[in-house]
């Protein structure tokens, strides 16, 4: 990990997210501003800080003059810049629950069947993008780095090269990116995939999603030429070169490895154990989301209680669900097939003193959701489709005993990474996952450390720290190569033996260096 690197580096950076890293509540009549939680503010906000940089977002309400005199004054306080985008009430329903939420994101989890593809939608979404550029432009200094994120700002590197910016930018998708199939569905998909081409630099979290996103380019638009090496892919469309790369994000493993550990987590993790009395704790933790698979889960649990008569009385399964997108119906419809689910399961299963599941609809703080993650024995984690799913590995930094089983997706992006610790299933296939909970709650003490080990080693080592080091290392590497190849009088070199170069250097590197055609 080399924190200091980018601290010592003065070139500032512009993160722009829809949401900025604060979040803006009402209590008691009044609006209160706190910083943002997870990994990614944990790990950005220092750097933006420290480089004197920008952080650009939606502050997710209206942006009021209490509002604004909030941002201003917590950006004095925490020496930092925020600078919010205003969103009507009609960009939000368009662009935010509309094309975001309602196109992009089904479509990106391979559900097409909960896909709305709406005119007015794509049309807010394209405007919207524009006023992000706008304001991008508003701020920007020459020589800053600018680092787009995820699927609702696609389109800004488009508008900000229509507004001659020429810095470099870069974007990074947090959730899955389909196959062409599925994207050739999209009535604006060759938009939406030349609006990714106009970055510098385009991540993903998994090599499969890189590759998704190659094949679908080269569909699209044969005359590209890419070429695929063991840590990137190269596309290079017309004088431009994009480098695209798969950047699996992690989370901050000390701050929950240190926290798992702290007294009240102690506390609360032994009075959660005692109200179960001693049984079996499974996990799932989850924004109340169709793409995480929580009724397949469900239905593979009763699967698990009706096939392994052993597990009733002795395992409790406690569902953690975090409000989200609310206003959507896709979103009101999970969220009453879930309570249907969880009385249903209980009314078959329950017995005096015990209930197969503990439902929980809310946002619980962090020492609550540490104290879950220490109580709990096995961690069930089925997204149907997942970029990355940071619980998993959440769960695992918490378990600082070693005592403890992962079940994960194979659908999750994490899996590329926790495969080889996990248990892991095809959440489609019922059987199969109930059989996992029985391997799972039956497994001997030994077995579990050494795979737990195996788990946490990998979080520690690929923690937010290295993963925020190594997208900007790729995307200053890229900046300076592209630079090289515009003053050096071998300009006109073709990109062939470039590439070969860069897999000479990959190699050198220990990068393995294998090249395949994408
Ligand atoms: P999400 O879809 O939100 O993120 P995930 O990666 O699992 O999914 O992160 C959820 C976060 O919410 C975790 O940090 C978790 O601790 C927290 N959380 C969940 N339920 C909670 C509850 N009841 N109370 C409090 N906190 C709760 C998107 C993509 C993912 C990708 C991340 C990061 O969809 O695939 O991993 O971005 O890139």
Known sequence: MNKITWRRSKRRLLV???RLPVSIKSSEGRREIRPGAGGLVTALAPIVRNTRGVWIGWPGCELTPEVLELIRNYNIEKSFDLQAVNLTEEEVQNYYLGFSNEALWPLFHDLLGQCMFEGVHWEVYKNVNRKFAEKIVEAVQPGDLIWIHDYHLILVAHYLRQMNVDHPLAFF???????YDLLRRLPWKDRILGGLLDFDLVGFQT???????CRSAKELMPELYIKAFYRHSIVRHGR????????PISIDFSEFNDGAQIEEVEREASFLRNKCQSRSLMLGVDRLDYTKGIPERFLAYERALEKYPELRGNICLL???????????????????LEWMVGRINGRFSEFGWQPIQYIYRSVSRTELLGFYRACDIGL???????????AKEFCASTVDNNGVLILSEFAGASEQLAKGAIMVNPYNREETADAIYRAYKMELEERERMMTVLRSEVKRNDIFRWVEWFLSSFREHEREEAASEIHPNNSKPVNDRVESSIMESIKSGGGGSYTDD
């Open 319 to 337: 569902q953690l669900a975090v409000p989200s997108r609310s206003h959507l119906s896709a979103y009101q419809d999970i969220r009453e097939t």
């Open 240 to 247: 431009r070169e994009i480098k695209v790369g798969n950047f």
């Open 173 to 179: 998708l947090h959730t899955p990116f389909p196959g």
């Open 207 to 213: 090599l499969r999603d890189r590759r998704n996103f």
């Open 381 to 391: 984690l089925t997204p149907l489709r997942d970029g990355m799913n940071l619980v």
């Open 16 to 18: 722009v997210s829809n």
